[in-house]
């Protein structure tokens, strides 16, 4: 396998990795590199940051998708997107509401609009549900999903499966019995527990809550059912999860515990690409001879410019021979997924020409299986 062939064999792709690695202008380098081969793209960040836009040399991004212009004559289609939870979490509303009257009762909700964008786990099951809509309910060849840093994209990934469960819990079932309402349906120590409650938060957002578990009535086998589609869309075969990197001990340690993870929920990692390697300066000359290290010719010159020259190479390449021990690790854990290992660039990517060239680099890299 290569990383070609991964991406061209993939619906999906999940872009995994710590924060700072190149995870966002990764994901967006794999959605260009397959819209030039023909394909309709769209990439997703989960990640409220402006990393995505910038790469693309954009103003912004909304939670409808864009199409980037400016692609070769001849190629498919490039879209993007940034999450927006609320619009999202609004957008399930419509559609799993009855009537209009329970729509408008959830959205005008005063506790509904506070979860809706800050609710903890809101934000990875919205992201959940877009990368489903974008999947499967539209016509797009590729989604490259650019998650949040490692123990977020963890939340993302385990978000389905805590929302079904959570909608099948004897708490919420209680908290959902119709008409009669939270207070009547629970015993008199909670109703006790709740005043309390109210002592702190106030007795009108107690009441809101009441009011959105009320009008979300009838609604949850909806929100359950498409939970489990998210849930099997991760695991189909042709959903590839991509793990990036940077070539530093600390990086490296937290691709290891992302790999780990992602075994733990039996998922392959089906590429690593590691950003911003330093070159390996070989000794070897173009016509197969070998000639003195440079670290020999520095400190036989020492004193000299040339000399100097010489040490900065044996530097460059005493880096080069560090970063490559921090990688062989978990180049194994993932044998045989193929290792990308792309050197760092003198350019910063801020518009598609270096988004492109960028892309060029990437999968002009040999890529190997390293054990």
């Given at each position: 396998?290569s ?13 995994c ?9 990764t994901?967006?380098?794999i ?29 912004g991004?909304?939670n409808e ?12 289609q490039m ?14 509303v ?21 979860i ?5 786990g ?28 490692t ?15 959570f ?9 959902m ?17 709740l005043?309390?409650i109210s ?31 998210v ?5 189909e075969?042709?959903?590839?999860f991509?793990?990036?990197?940077s ?9 290891k515990?992302?790999a ?40 036989r ?7 100097d020259?010489?040490?900065c ?5 005493h880096?080069?021979l ?15 997924a193929?290792?990308?290992?792309v ?15 960028l892309?060029?680099a990437?999968?002009?890299t ?6």
């Amino acid at each position: 396998m290569s990383l070609e062939s991964v991406v061209a064999q993939s619906h999906v792709i999940v872009c995994c990795g710590s924060g700072g690695v190149g995870k966002t202008t990764t994901a967006a380098v794999i959605a260009l590199h397959a819209a030039l081969q023909g394909r309709k793209t769209v990439v997703v960040t989960i990640d409220p940051a402006r990393r995505l836009a910038d790469a693309l040399g954009l103003a912004g991004l909304t939670n409808e998708p864009a199409q980037i212009p400016g692609l070769p004559e001849g190629s498919g289609q490039m879209w993007a997107m940034m999450l927006d939870t609320k619009a999202t979490f609004d957008g399930l509303v419509l559609r799993y509401a009855t009537d209009a009257n329970q729509t408008a009762a959830i959205l005008n909700n005063s506790f509904y609009r506070n979860i809706s964008g800050s609710l903890s786990g809101t934000q990875e099951y919205m992201a959940a549900e877009k990368l489903y809509e974008l999947a499967i309910e539209s016509d797009y060849d590729l989604v490259v999903v650019d998650t949040p840093p490692t123990r977020n994209a963890l939340d993302f990934l385990e978000a389905p499966k805590r929302l079904a469960k959570f909608l099948d819990h004897r708490l919420y079932k209680v908290l959902m019995l119709p008409t009669r309402g939270i207070v009547k349906a629970v015993n008199v120590a909670a109703q006790t527990l709740l005043r309390s409650i109210s002592k702190v938060v106030g007795a009108e957002v107690i009441a809101d809550a009441i009011a959105f578990f009320g009008a979300f009535e009838g609604m949850e086998e909806g929100f359950k059912e498409r939970a489990g589609k998210v849930d099997d869309l991760l695991s189909e075969p042709s959903t590839a999860f991509i793990l990036i990197a940077s070539p530093h001990a600390d990086t490296m340690a937290e691709a290891k515990f992302f790999a780990s993870r992602l075994k733990e929920l039996k998922i392959t990692v089906r590429a690593l690409i590691v950003n911003r390697m330093q070159p390996n300066f070989s000794s070897t000359t173009q016509d197969g001879s070998t000639q003195a290290p440079a670290e020999t010719l520095a400190a036989r010159l020492e004193g000299t410019a040339l000399g100097d020259q010489y040490r900065c190479l044996a530097d460059a390449r005493h880096l080069a021979l560090g970063e490559q021990k921090h990688l062989v690790g978990l180049a194994a854990e993932l044998a045989p997924a193929p290792v990308v290992q792309v050197a760092v660039q003198s350019f910063e990517v801020s518009n598609m020409a270096t988004l492109q060239m960028l892309g060029e680099a990437m999968f002009a890299t040999e890529v190997t299986s390293q054990a």
